[in-house]
Nanobody
Framework: VQLQASGGGLVQAGGSLRLSCAAS????????KGWFRQAPGKEHEFVAS????????YYANSVKGRFTISRDNTKNTMYLQMNSLKPEDTAVYYC?????????????????WGQGTLVTVSS
């Protein structure tokens, strides 16, 4: 499975961005997926995850109500709609796929990772 994240950029506080994660690999559309982020000098942080069907979603408390994770299995693509962005959301955002049966908030449970896309929120 190969993952390609895109959609990052520079945005003012209060603005919005939509990240995309395109996956290749014949079985990736059936796996749970997640978004993580890493701010400068910090460890990877869970952002959101989604079940293989897209029916179940999970969010970090810090983004709940502002971010929405979704997926289109016909396009083998996952999305992260980010609204009401804050300077503390500044980070490199990574998408990941787990071959497990359920979405997870733990990095070690993910088998495949994208290269990351930088999101910078100015105050």
């Amino acid at each position: 499975v190969q993952l390609q994240a895109s959609g990052g950029g520079l945005v003012q506080a209060g603005g919005s961005l939509r990240l995309s994660c395109a996956a290749s690999g014949r079985t990736s559309a059936t796996y749970p997926k997640g978004w993580f982020r890493q701010a400068p000098g910090k460890e990877h942080e869970f952002v959101a995850s989604i079940s293989s069907s897209g029916e179940d979603t999970y969010y970090a408390n810090s983004v709940k109500g502002r971010f929405t994770i979704s997926r289109d299995n016909t396009k083998n693509t996952m999305y992260l709609q980010m609204n009401s962005l804050k300077p503390e959301d500044t980070a490199v955002y990574y998408c990941a796929v787990t071959s497990g049966s359920s979405p997870s908030r733990w990095t070690y449970e993910y088998d495949y990772w994208g290269q990351g896309t930088l999101v910078t929120v100015s105050s």
